[in-house]
């Protein structure tokens, strides 16, 4: 079993940054692919990056540029730099975990292991 706790959310004015931090529980986080999502008002869940267990890091479309996508195993961590942030970036931001690397890595289901969420707010 793993356990994920996000934290590092919050209110940005526009054009801002945050980092958001995902810490797992023990070393077997680095074993597994790590994803996070956000789920704006109203929406459903979705695909913002993924960072696999053997380095690789994917990116939805819409937020290559301004979002990049790190991990420290050392620490049992994921992070998600977001930069230049908009109102449309407002969501709870979830952190996944998963524990065979394959299937589509963008889709929800695909992910065994979630974090409770963290708010993170875009006031224009």
């Known amino acids: 079993q793993v356990q994920l706790v996000e934290s590092g959310g919050g209110l940005v004015q526009v054009g801002g940054s945050l980092r958001l931090s995902c810490e797992g529980s023990g070393p077997a986080v680095a074993t597994k692919g790590m994803a996070w999502f956000r789920q704006p008002p109203g929406k459903e869940r979705e695909f913002v990056a993924v960072s696999t267990s053997t380095g690789g890091r994917y990116y939805a479309d819409s937020l290559k540029g301004r979002f990049a996508v790190s991990r420290d195993n050392s620490r049992y961590t994921m992070y998600l730099q977001m930069n230049s942030l908009r109102p449309d970036d407002t969501a709870v931001y979830f952190c996944?975990?998963?524990?065979?690397?394959?299937?589509?890595?963008?889709?929800?289901?695909?992910?065994?292991?979630w974090g409770q969420g963290t708010q993170v707010t875009v006031s224009s």
């Open positions: 996944a975990a998963r524990d065979v690397e394959y299937g589509d890595y963008s889709r929800p289901n695909n992910y065994g292991y």
